[in-house]
Structures are given as structure tokens and as C-alpha cells.
């Protein structure tokens, strides 16, 4: 079938797919090799039928999705497409996941591993006990929570805002979720922690770090997540002030970090005089319960008075000591 003749409904967004998979399933890119339309995907073919350009000056206003009701059916699509935007744009959470889980529900058990440390290591002979490791299901659910916001768009900016600005604002929603979605990863660590917290008795010293790093063995400080106060401190350090590492700093903006570790600001530990490191191979899993979600009912019939945008995900942690938490 040709992108041009397809029709667009609503049933594509229950399909069980997201909608630019059932247009594929509809509309496979792959016939559209070596032609001026490769490249694009299905979503993209129709933005092309219906003339619609999101993005440049030329854009669009917003109305133009109304055209007519097949075009209506791509809108929910770009919105979610802009706030995916926004949300990789702010995204701090694949730094500090091992895993991503994707799920169809809204309950998930994660897994846990037991580990005998007392036997790393010894050595295996020919008929004798193979250390073990032991898998099973955790006792408690994952908690997942719901984060977004309510997209409110009067008769006035639908009719003559331009699609280019009206992305921007719509990538701030990605950028909304996105922390919270910092913070519940962050919450979930201390939680798991408890009160197994290293305390630094003097603010932070390079001997500080050296220990905190060392604390991870055998796995290894690969993230370093505080707030900017600390981050400040951290590069004040006079074992950090290497020349050609701050000539880099002042050129690019890649700051020198301890020990080879990234570090990332989080805006929720202002205040908290707290280091929260990771092991990002091993520290943590993400759960998550589809993509952007977006009430596509309303979006497609112009209610966009009280249209919510909103992702559903939770956190779990895989191994303990891959994280660690130092107070100052």
C-alpha cells in the first residue's frame, strides 16, 4: 500500500505497538530503498503527505495537524516524539542503569543474586563444589510511578503557534520527566543503602576520594551523581587542578573527573552535602511501563484543554555494593 492512500486512525495507538511500528507494519521502510523517501521513516512518510514541517523557519503552525482527520492521527505522535526529545536531551538515568526492562503491565518482580564472597577465590578442582550464585525473584514489587504533565493549549496557540516553538515547550516536559525520574533512581540507591553511608570527617579530601573509590572493589566507580556546590568542591581540589586537564575544562566543558568517573549534577541533592557513587554495569535496573504516554483520544480531537503527557517507570536495585553513598 502506498504511504499516500493509508488511513489513519486511532486504533493505531492500540495496537500494542507504538504507533510509528504499526505504520511500519502497515507501510515497511524497507520499500522505499533507493528512492527519494529513503531514510525517512513511516510517521515522517506522512508528515511528507500531508506537508506538514515541524521544524525550521518554515515551520508549520499547530493547526495544520487538523487539516483534515488522517492528519489529526499523526499529532499525538509528534507530541511524544518531543517529549522523547526532551527527555533524551535531560537524560542522566542511562548513566546510572545497567538495565532497561520493558513491561506491559504495571506490576514487575525484579530478580535478585546471592553471591558467596567467602569462595572468589577458590580454586575448583576436578569434582568438587562449583561456587554458586543464586537467582530468584525478589520478595516485593518494583514500585513504578507515574510522571508527567497536563498539556493545557488554548484556541489561540493551536490556531498560530509554530510547530518549532511549540516542540521546544514540549521538550520541557521531557525535561520534567526526565529529573524525576533522576530523582526516583537516586531515592531508590538510598533506600537500598540504609544506613551503610561513608562519612568524610574533614569535607572532601583527595584521601576521601581515594577510599570512596577504593570502597567499590571488586566493582568500579564509573558515576559520581551530586549536586553543583559538590562538584565545585570535588574540582577545587589541588590534585585535580592538572594544567592541560583545566586547559581542556575551559575549551570544552569536560571537566577532569576523579579516578576516570563521570560526574553528573543532580539538581535534587542541592544541599544534601552527599556523593552518591555507581557501578553503572551493575548498580541498577530501570522498569518501565511503555513509552511517552499521551491521551492520543483527545489530542487527535483537538481537546487539548486537558491532555495529559506522562511516563510510567520505577527502579530496582541488582547489587549492592555497586553503589555507594558518602555524606560530608
Excluded at 49 to 54: P, S, T
Excluded at 93 to 98: L, T
Excluded at 130 to 152: A, C, F, Q, S, Y
Aim: hydrophobic share 40%.
Amino acid at each position: 500500500m502506498s504511504f499516500d492512500n493509508i488511513k489513519l486512525e486511532k486504533e493505531l495507538y492500540t495496537t500494542g505497538k507504538s504507533f510509528t511500528q504499526a505504520l511500519e507494519s502497515i507501510d515497511p521502510s524497507e520499500n522505499y530503498y533507493g528512492t527519494a523517501l529513503e531514510g525517512l521513516d513511516a510517521y515522517q512518510r506522512q508528515l511528507k503527505r500531508f506537508d506538514i514541517k515541524v521544524s525550521g523557519k518554515d515551520s508549520d503552525t499547530v493547526s495544520k495537524f487538523f487539516q483534515n482527520a488522517d492528519s489529526s492521527a499523526l499529532f499525538p505522535e509528534y507530541v511524544a516524539r518531543a517529549v522523547r526529545q526532551g527527555l533524551t536531551e535531560s537524560d542522566v538515568v542511562s548513566q546510572i542503569v545497567a538495565s532497561t526492562t520493558n513491561i506491559d503491565s504495571l506490576d514487575y518482580r525484579a530478580i535478585e543474586s546471592i553471591i558467596d564472597e567467602t569462595e572468589d577465590n577458590e580454586h575448583i578442582m576436578e569434582g568438587t563444589h562449583i561456587p554458586e550464585i543464586n537467582v530468584r525473584l525478589k520478595d516485593t514489587l518494583t514500585p513504578l510511578k507515574k510522571r508527567g504533565r497536563m498539556l493545557v493549549a488554548s484556541y489561540e496557540a493551536v490556531k498560530f503557534q509554530k510547530l518549532d516553538i511549540f516542540t521546544v515547550i514540549l521538550k520541557q516536559i521531557g525535561d520534567y520527566i526526565a529529573r524525576c525520574q533522576t530523582l526516583d533512581a537516586l531515592v531508590t540507591i538510598n533506600e537500598a543503602k540504609g544506613d551503610d553511608i561513608i562519612e568524610f570527617d574533614n569535607g572532601i579530601t583527595y584521601a576521601d576520594l581515594v577510599d570512596f573509590w577504593n570502597s567499590f572493589d571488586p566493582y568500579r566507580l564509573t558515576t559520581i551523581v551530586t549536586d553543583s556546590q559538590t562538584v565545585a568542591e570535588i574540582l577545587n581540589i589541588d590534585e585535580f587542578k592538572d594544567a592541560m586537564a583545566g586547559l581542556n575544562f575551559h575549551g570544552t566543558g569536560s571537566m577532569v573527573t576523579p579516578f576516570g568517573a563521570t560526574i553528573v549534577k543532580a539538581k535534587c541533592l542541592e544541599g544534601n552535602s552527599r556523593i552518591i557513587g555507581i557501578d553503572k554495569n551493575y548498580a541498577l535496573e530501570k522498569v518501565q511501563a511503555g513509552d511517552v504516554i499521551t491521551d492520543f483520544d483527545k489530542l487527535i480531537d483537538r481537546q487539548l484543554e486537558r491532555a495529559s503527557v506522562s511516563c510510567i517507570a520505577g527502579f530496582s536495585p541488582i547489587f549492592d555494593g555497586a553503589s555507594q553513598i558518602a555524606t560530608y
